[in-house]
T-cell receptor, first 116, second 108 residues
């Protein structure tokens, strides 16, 4: 039974299109994240939500908009896709305890986005 | 300056060898520390947490040196299946910071 799932696994699209990636976790965690891993394999935080509330919003273009309908889901919508958006996008979740020293993160399998 | 720095490698070692990775972090108030493993085209997975007193899990030993702000991972008796990228992760103010990873290839 998958703990953190993402759809789609692969996404190939043209520049200028709008696309969404969905993420769901069944671990009962309060916090969910989106990361981008570029071609150099560097994993960088994009957004973090705690109980549907945005708590981290790193410097990403405002073409990227996260949405959390409930604490088990965190979706990522990308407008006007650009070549530089090509990367692997990972969703993750973790449990916080009193906002101190969160426990480990569990990652989804990733969505490989290729913008042509 | 990056929050977490690692030597990217690659480290190519023969089976049975002992290999060590180090990682430094910039923020002295960092709260928790981890090593993750990432296989090719897969997601990162927790290998082990790192505790102040040092901890061991089978062939893997992790150490934390808060004074010098570095974390280490020692792998003894390397197996072919240990080939992967090892990511050093530091938590500061409830945000996870990842190193760029160290690539390990264990050769038969």
């Amino acid at each position: 039974d998958t703990a953190v799932s993402q759809t789609p696994k692969y996404l190939v699209t043209q520049m200028g299109n709008d696309k969404s990636i969905k993420c769901e976790q069944n671990l009962g965690h309060d916090t969910m994240y989106w990361y981008k891993q570029d071609s150099k394999k560097f994993l960088k935080i994009m957004f973090s939500y705690n109980n549907k509330e945005l708590i981290i919003n790193e410097t990403v273009p405002n073409r990227f908009s996260p949405k959390s309908p409930d604490k088990a889901h965190l979706n990522l919508h990308i407008n006007s896709l650009e070549l530089g958006d090509s990367a692997v996008y990972f969703c993750a979740s973790s449990q916080e305890y009193g906002r101190v020293a969160v426990e480990t993160q569990y990652f989804g399998p990733g969505t490989r986005l290729l913008v042509l | 300056r990056k929050e977490v720095e690692q030597d990217p490698g690659p480290f190519n070692v023969p089976e049975g060898a002992t290999v060590a990775f180090n990682c430094t972090y910039s923020n002295s108030a960092s709260q928790s520390f981890f090593w993750y493993r990432q296989d090719c085209r897969k997601e990162p997975k927790l290998l082990m947490s790192v505790y102040s007193s040092g901890n061991e899990d089978g062939r893997f030993t992790a150490q934390l040196n808060r004074a010098s702000q570095y974390i280490s991972l020692l792998i003894r008796d390397s197996k072919l299946s240990d080939s992967a990228t090892y990511l050093c992760v530091v938590n500061y103010r409830n945000q996870f910071y990842f190193g760029t990873g160290t690539s390990l290839t264990v050769i038969p």
